[in-house]
């Protein structure tokens, strides 16, 4: 079963100053199942994790196949009041 844990327009994946700021940083570590220009997955366990990621974030060495641990933090796109009163 493919589970998203994380989804590309929602995660940064950026070791810059700016990207610490923006709150708690975490870890997943795990073979690369497939790497893109801006995303990167891997395998936790039965999840697949989808992580976006600037290219500076990923080493050249770093390929399909290679175990690498991820440091990522959360970052809201949208948020929506589900209670507010309808008019």
């Known amino acids: 079963m493919l589970k998203y844990a994380l989804f590309a327009s929602a995660a940064i994946v950026a070791f810059t100053p700016a990207a610490f700021a923006a709150g708690k940083t975490y870890q997943v570590t795990g073979p690369v199942l497939e790497l893109t220009d801006s995303k990167i997955v891997v395998q936790k366990g039965d999840e697949?994790?989808?992580?976006?990621?600037?290219?500076?974030?990923?080493?050249?060495?770093?390929?399909?196949?290679?175990?690498?641990?991820?440091?990522?933090?959360?970052?809201?796109?949208?948020?929506?009041?589900?209670?507010?009163?309808?008019k």
């Open 48 to 86: 697949k994790w989808e992580i976006a990621h600037d290219k500076a974030s990923v080493p050249a060495s770093v390929k399909v196949g290679s175990k690498v641990t991820i440091e990522y933090t959360m970052t809201a796109v949208k948020v929506n009041d589900k209670g507010a009163e309808k």
